[in-house]
């Protein structure tokens, strides 16, 4: 790196979270992985000496308005609304709220105290491109997933994303300095169903926090969760919404168990995780499609886990489930691999590239029970290849890590820097 790059690295990000906290417990509402990321992130970002400012939308009262997450992360919680009744479509008619009150917090603050405005998801993009014309700084904005690309490969029983959301991101991918895209595949989709400038977007692909997800003993993880040792133990874990899929793995269960009725007495499913969005009522169908399908003695749910308690789920389990119809990237696929668990995931968005498919795990195309049941009679019945599988998911999974994340962000930061820099001489000259 030359010295006019590293003159020109950030000290101070301002990152933008509107519709969610990452404060909250991932896992369930509109917390996901997005959450996982600005937090993760923001932390690597810290230690490698550039200070962050999340401004994110204060839920309930309870929230002092400034928290420190880490040394060197701060959480601005802006009252923007109502705390409660607000869900993640009612929020556009909060962009003006939220943006003057992150304009009122920069107010206290010397021209120039922020080098570059992070926005995450496209609420917080509009709320970025205004901040930056005010600012006078790059923005820089991760869209996490896209709308275009969610409504061509819905759920059957899934409501496409609104007008607003697909005219309000083409606006953010218009009008950004940088994109972030956390797969190639991500980033084709900005140049071609966008229009973006592939000059413009940046690869990065997320992390894993290596020093949480590591592998561990089987039987100590089923005995803490309860589990039987000799259970064959396929997990789901995430957000339950359509988009997931998470009926794929009890329509495929129950397919198996029509194949080879003889694992009856050792299949457990594990469905951990809490509702989201339009899918408020599925745990309550979930538990009634096991209930047609005949399986409810060997379906447990488990409502939304800690960081921590997902290592002792991804050990116990013997293969993961992300049966998902889109997926940006995926981050279960890759927690469940650092802990040594192969991964059985739908062959859409990043998942190819979270999974190594025959490596580390198998890639389904689509999502009908026979091909998902013969992936998971593949691995279930035969040990050895699952053994196999298992044997290559820590070094595929390492090869991921939030500090290669954190130091791409910061290369792109600084470019997005330099060239806005540029541009500005440019037109005062
Ligand atoms: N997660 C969690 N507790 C749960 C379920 C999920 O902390 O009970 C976390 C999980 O560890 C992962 C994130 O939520 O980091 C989900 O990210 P992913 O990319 O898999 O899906 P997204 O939520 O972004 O759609």
Same mark, same amino acid.
């Given at each position: 790196m030359t010295s006019t790059t590293l003159r020109m690295r950030p000290r101070r990000v301002a990152v933008f &979270?509107?519709?969610? &906290?990452?404060?909250e417990q991932p896992g369930t509402g509109d917390a996901g992985g997005m959450n996982v990321y600005v937090v993760r992130t923001a932390a690597q970002l810290a230690e490698l000496g550039t200070e962050v400012e999340i401004f994110t939308r204060a839920t &309930? &009262? @309870?929230?002092? #308005?400034?928290? @420190?997450? +880490?040394?060197?992360v701060t959480v601005r919680n802006l009252v923007a /609304? #109502? +705390? @409660? /009744?607000?869900?993640k479509n009612d929020l556009p008619a909060q962009l003006c709220t939220f943006a003057s009150a992150v304009l009122r917090v920069e107010?206290?603050?010397?021209?120039? %105290? %922020?080098d570059v405005v992070h926005s995450h998801y496209w609420l917080s993009g509009q709320v970025g491109w205004l901040a930056r014309e005010r600012w006078g700084v790059p923005l820089v904005h991760t869209a996490h997933t896209l709308a275009k690309v969610k409504n061509a490969a819905l759920a059957a029983d899934d409501d496409p994303e609104p007008n607003v959301r697909v005219v309000g991101e083409q606006q953010v991918v218009s009008d950004a300095d940088r994109l972030v895209a956390n797969t190639g595949a991500e980033a084709g989709q900005l140049v071609d169903? %966008? /229009?973006?400038?592939p000059a413009e977007v940046s690869t990065i692909p997320p992390g894993v926090d290596l020093n949480r997800f590591t592998p561990g003993d089987q039987e100590t993880a089923r005995d803490a969760l309860g589990l039987p040792r000799e259970a064959l133990v396929l997990a789901f874990v995430g957000?339950?919404?359509?988009?997931?899929? #998470?009926e794929v793995l009890l329509r495929s269960a129950a397919e198996l168990l029509r194949r080879y009725p003889e694992l009856r007495s050792r299949l457990l499913v594990l469905v951990v995780g809490g509702p989201s969005g339009n899918g408020t009522e599925r745990p309550e169908a979930l538990h009634r499609l096991a209930e047609e399908l005949g399986i409810t003695e060997v379906v447990r749910f488990l409502p939304p886990q800690s960081g921590d308690a997902l290592v002792e789920v991804y050990r116990a389990a013997d293969v993961v489930t992300v049966p998902s119809y889109n997926e940006s990237f995926g981050l279960v696929a890759l927690e469940a691999q650092a802990c040594g668990t192969p991964v059985v995931a739908a062959a859409v968005g990043g998942l190819p590239v979270a999974v190594a498919d025959g490596v580390s795990g198998l890639l389904v195309s689509g999502h009908d029970a026979a091909g998902w049941a013969d992936a998971l009679g593949t691995l279930t019945l035969r040990p050895e290849r699952r053994r196999r599988l298992a044997a290559a998911t820590t070094a595929h999974a390492t090869s991921f890590s939030w500090k290669h994340t954190t130091e791409a962000l910061l290369d792109t930061y600084t470019q997005a820097k330099m060239a806005f820099n540029a541009r500005f001489r440019e037109v005062s000259a």
């Open positions: &979270s509107l519709h969610t &906290s990452p404060l &309930s &009262s @309870e929230v002092p #308005p400034v928290t @420190e997450l +880490f040394p060197g /609304g #109502p +705390f @409660e /009744g607000l869900d107010a206290h603050h010397d021209p120039g %105290y %922020y169903l %966008y /229009g973006a400038d957000r339950i919404q359509p988009l997931k899929g #998470p």
